[in-house]
Nanobody, 128 residues
């Protein structure tokens, strides 16, 4: 199965930008429906963005819509999350995750249980 490693996190001022990467190895990355989640300090992990196998649509949490962009490069086996206009409430550990197949039903992309493979996470801190 695929293994996932996130990178690109760090400390940024409010209003700034970061691009997170999720490098996949060990299996065919292009087979998987992919998502980004985050866990703010003291809170539960929450959905951020999702993209299917071919990237022909994207889905976002309302809190990041218009500011974040999820994308994938299947040739490079990498998932990305471009984050702009960052706010302090965007702080947290960001995780990429792979679902069990190329597509998910309905809005199941929002739920952690849909994803069976997770990276170790990368910390994002947005200062005010």
């Amino acid at each position: 199965q695929v293994q996932l490693v996130e990178s690109g996190g760090g400390l940024v001022q409010a209003g700034g930008s970061l691009r997170l990467s999720c490098a996949a190895s060990g299996d065919s990355f292009s087979r998987y429906f992919m998502g980004w989640f985050r866990q703010p300090p003291g809170k539960e992990r929450e959905f951020v963005a999702a993209i299917p196998r071919t990237g022909y649509y994207t889905r976002y949490a309302a809190s990041v819509e218009g500011r974040f962009t999820i994308s994938r490069d299947d040739h490079m086996h990498t998932l990305y999350l471009q984050m702009t206009s960052l706010k302090p409430e965007d702080s947290g550990v960001y995780y990429c995750a792979a679902a069990g197949g190329a597509e998910v039903a309905g809005d199941n992309y929002r739920y952690q249980d849909t994803y069976r493979i997770w990276g170790q996470g990368t910390q994002v801190t947005v200062s005010s």
